[in-house]
C-alpha cells in the first residue's frame, strides 16, 4: 500500500520560508515521478511543482519559478520542497502525489496515483 506523508507546514511571515517534506513508502520511491500540488480556500487545487522519475527534470508554475524548488532524496524515500519569499497568496493546503512509473515531471493530475493527506501552509502579512 502506497503512503505519502507530507510535514513541515505552519505559519511564516511574509518573505519567510518553509521546507516541505513526503515520506513515501509502500512502493520504490525512485521509479517514479512526483509532484506537489496545493488547494487553498474555495478554490480548486492547483499543481506546483513536479520531479520526474530519475530527479533530471523539474516543472513549475510560472508563478513560483525562482521561489520554490522541487527535489527529491532517493536514498531516504523523500520529496521537498523549498519554498522561500513567501508570500499571503501562498496559504493553501499542500500535497504530495507520487506519478507514473518511469515518467516525465507532469503538472496534469490525472498523471498522479497516489495523495498525501496534505500539510497546512498559512502565510501572514
Known amino acids: 500500500q502506497v503512503q505519502l506523508v507530507e510535514s513541515g507546514g505552519g505559519v511564516v511571515q511574509a518573505g519567510g520560508s518553509l521546507r516541505l517534506s513526503c515520506a513515501a513508502s509502500?512502493?520504490?520511491?525512485?521509479?517514479?515521478?512526483m509532484g506537489w500540488f496545493r488547494q487553498a480556500p474555495g478554490k480548486e487545487r492547483e499543481f506546483v511543482a513536479a520531479?520526474?522519475?530519475?530527479?533530471?527534470?523539474?516543472l513549475y508554475t510560472d508563478s513560483m519559478k525562482g521561489r520554490f524548488t522541487i527535489s527529491r532524496d532517493n536514498a531516504k524515500n523523500t520529496l521537498y520542497l523549498q519554498m522561500n519569499s513567501l508570500k499571503p497568496e501562498d496559504t493553501a493546503v499542500y500535497y504530495c502525489?507520487?506519478?507514473?512509473?518511469?515518467?516525465?515531471?507532469?503538472?496534469?493530475?490525472?498523471?498522479?496515483?497516489?495523495w498525501g493527506q496534505g500539510t497546512q501552509v498559512t502565510v501572514s502579512s
Open positions: 509502500g512502493r520504490t520511491f525512485s521509479w517514479y515521478a
Open positions: 502525489a507520487s506519478g507514473r512509473l518511469y515518467a516525465d515531471a507532469s503538472h496534469d493530475t490525472s498523471q498522479y496515483d497516489y
Open positions: 520531479i520526474s522519475w530519475s530527479g533530471g527534470r523539474t
